[in-house]
């Protein structure tokens, strides 16, 4: 898409303090969600992740979903295996790797807490041509792969420069 000048400041700051506030209140859906159904907010996304992926993932896809190690991980899996929320089966195409698999009565449970938020966001969503809905795909979809490219490059940043603990720097300011 080439623009021909430059956007006014102004929307865009609202536009930024707009996202801001609906990643809030996303967070916050998700603890309430998540406390609903029983499950820490890292266990709700690893089974919002595996119902994203008709219901089945390997670790590895989860690990890399979630942002976690491959022992968080493993502790996400055993977490969600005992609230009844997932199961590990062996995976067919290769013995050493197993498939995590969502149950089905867990995707029931899921469904019915989300079904209201759902219905209310589509009714809302429907009143938008589907000229403005491709439009706000698109802000979307970009916004999302930008902020991922961000976050990649300071992870990169983060490993690169040394790290001090909370405590290393208690130590210091301690220090006379």
Known sequence: MIR????PEEPIKRIALAVRSMVK?????RELI????????????GADFLCSRQGACTAG???????????STTALIDRLERAGYALREPDSNDRRRQ?????????????????PIQTEMFRLWSSYTAGELRIIEDFIIRSTQ???ECLERLGTLAT????????QRKKKRRRP
């Open 4 to 7: 021909k000048s430059k956007p």
């Open 25 to 29: 209140q996303s967070e916050l859906t």
């Open 34 to 45: 998540a406390e609903m159904l029983g499950l820490h907010k890292t266990d709700l996304e």
């Open 61 to 71: 896809e989860l690990a890399k979903a979630t942002g976690l190690t491959s022992g």
């Open 99 to 115: 498939i995590v698999r969502i149950q089905k009565t867990a995707i029931a449970r899921c469904e019915a807490v989300y079904a």
């Open 146 to 148: 930008r902020h991922a």
């Open 160 to 167: 690169e420069a040394p790290r001090e603990s909370a405590h």
